[in-house]
C-alpha cells in the first residue's frame, strides 16, 4: 500500500536515538548537510544507553579523553572529565553539554518510541510510527539506537511470583534502589555485574553474586585526573584524535608489536605486573598475539588467575572465580574497582550455578536445582543484553516488496559493512552488525559511521541520487569477510559469548561484530566510497521517482 503522504518528504531524515551516534547524526546531516532532521528518543534525555544505565557502580570501560566526541577541536577543549573512568552520571552531563552546546534538543522528539518503519517503494520514502501514534516520513531512516540497548531479562519461572523487588541493571530505577538492610542476589558476573558488586556490598545486608561462568577482571585503578593530564588531553586533541582512528580498538592506546613468546618467563611477569598496576584495558596492549594465539593467552590468563588466588582469601571461593573456561578478552573484558576484594567481605556469597544451576525463582528467593534456595530482598539481573541485532528487530523494519528485517537475519545479520541491508534502501544503521561496533571504543567508531554517511547523502545530492541500497552479493561477500576476520582471532572459541548470540536462547549463532580492527575498517569503508560505492546501488532521481 503506498503512503498516504504526497511524494514530498516531510523530513530529509529521521534517526531513532539521542546517544552519541543519533546526536551527532543530527549535527552532521543538520549542520553539515543543511537537512531537514528529527531524532526520536525513548527516554526523556539524552544520553542513549547511559540515559537508561544508571547501576550501582556504572562507569564506561574506555578512558574519559577518548570517550567523547573528537569531530570538534572547540567540543574538546571546552570539556574537562573529571576522573580516568567517567561513571554514568558523568558522561550524561557531558552529553547534555554538547547537546546544548550544538543546540540538538530542539530536533529531539523524547519520550517517543519507535513501533514500526515501513519503506514504501512509490514514494522512495520512509514512513516511522511510534507508541504514541504519531509518524513521520523521510528520505532516510538513521538507526543510532546502540548495540546493547535491549534488556536481557533471563525467563527464569517463577518471576512473577517474587514477593520482593527486581530490577535489570540496563533499566536502572532513575531515583536508585536503597540496599539498606536487604537481602540482595545478583545474576551475572560480566563487565555490568563486576562493577555492581562491590557498590551493593558496601551497601547491603548481604549479597548473594550468582555465577554462571567464571570472568578475568583487571583493575581500572580508575582515580580523579591530575591537573597535568588534564592539560596533557585538552592540548593533544590532534595526537589523541588520531591514534584512536588508526588503531584496532579505537582506545587511545597502541598495542606493542611484539609476541608473548619473545620475552623470558621473568620479563613476562614483569611486563604484565606493571600493567595490572597501571589497570584498564590496556593491560593487554602489551603483545600483538594475546587474541590470535592460544599459547600466548594462556600466559596472561594464568597470571589473572593467580591474582584471583592471591586477592581472595577464602580457597574455595577463590577456586569458583578463577575456574574461567575461555582465552583471556575472548569475552568482553571487564575491569574493576575491588570486585574480586569484595569476596573477602563478610556479607558477600558467591554461588556457582553452573555446578548447580538456577531452577527458579520462589516467593520468597532463588531456588537451585539442588532444592537449595537462598531468600531474597532484593534481584538484581545483570544478565546483560540482546546484543546488536535486539535493538534494531524491535523497529519492526519493512523494506521493498514487503521484506521484513526479521525475517531476513533469521539465520542472523546480514549487512554490508555493518551499513546496509539488502532490500531496505535509504536505511543506515549507525555501528550495525558487520561494523567493529563493540570491538572498538564506541564515539570513534560512531563518528566513522556517520561521517561516513553524511559524505554519502552530500554525494547522493550531488549526483542527484534518490536512491542507496546494496545487494544479496555485497552481504555475501561481506559476511564472508567478518567471519574470516573473526576466525583469524581466539574471540569465536567462546561458544557462550553474546558477540555470537549465545547468550539469548534460540537466537542465531553468528559472530556479529567485524574484527578486522577499526583503523583497517576505517579506509576500507574510505576506499569504497571513492570507487563509487562500490558494492551499493545508486539510483538517480528520476529512476526512483518513475518505480
Ligand atoms: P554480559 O557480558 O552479557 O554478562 C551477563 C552475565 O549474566 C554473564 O555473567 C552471564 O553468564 C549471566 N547470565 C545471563 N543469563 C543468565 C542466566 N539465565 N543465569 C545465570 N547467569 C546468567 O552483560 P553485561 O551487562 O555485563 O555487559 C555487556 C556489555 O555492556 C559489556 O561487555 C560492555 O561492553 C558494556 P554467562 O557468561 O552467559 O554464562
Redesign the pocket.
Known amino acids: 500500500m503506498p503512503l498516504d503522504t504526497a511524494a514530498t518528504p516531510t523530513l530529509d531524515a529521521l534517526v531513532i536515538g539521542a546517544g552519541f551516534a543519533g546526536m551527532y547524526a543530527l549535527h552532521s546531516l543538520r549542520d553539515r548537510l543543511g537537512l531537514k532532521v528529527q531524532v526520536v528518543e525513548a527516554g526523556d534525555g539524552v544520553g542513549g544507553t547511559w540515559y537508561w544505565n544508571r547501576y550501582p557502580g556504572a562507569r564506561c570501560?574506555s578512558e574519559s579523553h577518548s570517550y567523547c566526541y573528537a569531530f570538534s577541536k572547540e567540543i574538546w577543549q571546552e570539556w574537562t572529565w573529571s576522573q580516568r573512568y567517567p561513571d554514568h552520571a558523568e558522561i550524561r552531563r557531558y552529553m547534555n553539554f554538547v547537546a546544548d552546546k550544538l543546540d540538538l534538543k530542539k530536533d529531539i522528539r523524547f519520550g517517543t518510541r519507535v513501533t514500526s518503519c515501513r519503506y514504501d517503494e512509490a514514494t522512495n520514502l520512509w514512513r516511522v510510527t511510534t507508541e504514541k501514534g504519531e509518524s513521520f516520513t523521510a528520505r532516510f531512516l538513521i538507526t543510532g539506537v546502540g548495540c546493547?540497548s535491549t534488556a536481557?531479562i533471563?525467563k527464569?519461572p517463577g518471576l512473577e511470583s517474587f514477593q520482593g523487588d527486581w530490577y535489570h541493571?540496563?533499566t536502572w530505577p532513575h531515583e536508585g534502589v536503597d540496599f539498606t538492610g536487604k537481602r540482595v542476589g545478583q545474576?551475572?558476573?560480566?563487565?555490568?555485574?563486576i562493577q555492581a558488586v562491590p557498590v551493593i556490598a558496601a551497601e547491603a545486608k548481604h549479597l548473594t553474586v550468582?555465577q554462571?561462568?567464571a570472568?578475568y577482571s583487571v583493575p581500572a585503578r580508575n582515580a580523579p585526573l591530575s591537573d597535568e593530564f588534564k592539560t596533557w588531553a585538552r592540548e593533544n586533541w590532534a595526537e589523541i584524535r588520531r591514534v584512536t582512528q588508526s588503531t584496532v580498538n579505537g582506545h587511545p592506546f597502541t598495542i606493542d608489536d611484539r609476541s608473548v613468546h619473545d620475552v623470558t618467563d621473568e620479563e613476562l611477569r614483569d611486563l604484565l605486573e606493571k600493567a595490572w598496576t597501571k589497570g584498564g584495558l590496556q593491560f593487554r596492549a602489551n603483545f600483538k598475539d594475546v587474541l590470535l594465539d592460544e599459547t600466548a593467552n594462556v600466559k596472561l590468563a594464568d597470571f589473572v588467575k593467580d591474582k584471583i588466588r592471591s586477592i581472595v582469601k577464602d580457597p574455595e571461593t577463590a577456586a569458583k572465580l578463577a575456574d574461567i573456561d575461555h582465552p583471556y578478552a575472548a569475552k568482553?573484558p571487564p575491569i574493576d574497582s575491588g570486585y574480586f576484594e569484595t569476596y573477602n567481605r563478610d556479607n558477600v556469597t558467591l554461588v556457582d550455578?553452573r555446578s548447580d544451576p538456577?531452577a527458579r525463582i520462589t516467593p520468597k528467593g532463588i531456588q537451585l536445582h539442588s532444592g537449595k534456595e537462598i531468600e531474597l530482598d532484593i534481584i538484581v539481573f545483570?544478565?546483560?543484553?540482546d546484543a546488536m541485532t535486539g535493538p534494531l528487530l524491535k523497529l519492526n523494519i519493512e523494506g521493498a516488496g514487503g521484506k521484513t528485517l526479521a525475517k531476513e537475519w533469521e539465520a542472523g545479520p546480514k549487512t554490508y559493512l555493518g551499513l546496509q541491508v539488502a532490500g531496505f534502501p535509504n536505511l543506515f544503521t549507525i555501528t550495525g552488525p558487520g561494523s567493529p561496533s563493540?570491538l572498538c571504543n564506541m564515539p570513534v567508531c560512531i563518528e566513522q559511521h556517520v561521517e561516513w554517511i553524511t559524505d554519502c547523502l552530500a554525494h547522493m545530492r550531488a549526483n542527484g541520487v534518490a536512491k542507496i541500497d546494496t545487494t544479496e552479493a555485497s552481504m555475501k561477500e561481506w559476511g564472508e569477510e567478518v567471519e574470516r576476520a573473526a576466525n583469524v582471532t581466539l574471540l569465536p572459541k567462546v561458544k557462550?559469548s553474546?558477540y555470537l548470540g549465545a547468550?539469548v536462547p534460540g537466537k542465531p549463532r553468528v559472530f556479529m561484530p567485524y574484527a578486522g580492527g577499526m583503523g583497517h575498517y576505517r579506509k576500507l569503508c574510505a576506499e569504497i566510497a571513492a570507487k563509487g560505492y562500490e558494492g551499493f546501488v545508486l539510483e538517480r532521481e528520476r529512476a526512483a521517482a518513475a518505480e
Open positions: 570501560d546493547l536481557n533471563p527464569i541493571t540496563g545474576i551475572g558476573t560480566g563487565s555490568t555485574g550468582f554462571r561462568t570472568n568482553r550455578v538456577i545483570a544478565t546483560g543484553f563493540v557462550h553474546w547468550n
